[in-house]
C-alpha cells in the first residue's frame, strides 16, 4: 500500500513546485507595486504550497524507499533540499500570519524564507527532473 502511495510522487509535486513559484513572483509584483491584492495571492500561495509540500515529500519518501528507486547520491541531495524546501514554505507560510503587524522586520524575515524557499524547490524539482529524465534532457 504504501509503494503504491509512493507512486503519486511524481504527479502530485508538480503542486507545489507551481505554488511556491508563483507566491515569491506574485511577492515580488507586491514590492514593485502599491496594490495589495498581490500580497494576498503571494500568501494563499505559499500556504497552499506547504500543505501540498507535506504531502509531496511523504510521497517522496515513500517512492524513494521503493525497490524500483536507485539509491544514489543525487537522490539523497533531491531528498534533503526537497525536505529543506518544505521546512522554509512551512516556516513562510506561518511567518505569513504575522504579515498584518506594521513590523517591517517580519516582512523581511517573511520575503526572505519565501524567497530562498523558492529557489530551493527550483534546485529541488530540478534535481528531480534529472533523477527521471537525465542530465542531458535540456540538451539539443
Known sequence: MMLFIGKFHPLLVHFPIALVLTAAAAELVAIATPR????RIAVANIRAGAAMGVVAA????LFAS????????SLEWHRWLGMAAVAGAMGA??????LHESSRRWAFVYRFALFV????VA???HLGGT???????LRP
Open 58 to 61: 511523504i510521497t517522496g519518501w
Open 93 to 98: 507560510a506561518l511567518l505569513s500570519w504575522r
Open 66 to 73: 521503493s525497490p524500483m528507486v536507485d539509491a544514489t547520491t
Open 131 to 137: 533523477l527521471v529524465w537525465g542530465a542531458g534532457f
Open 117 to 120: 524557499t523558492a529557489l530551493l
Open 36 to 39: 495589495k491584492t498581490w500580497r
Open 123 to 125: 534546485i529541488t524539482g
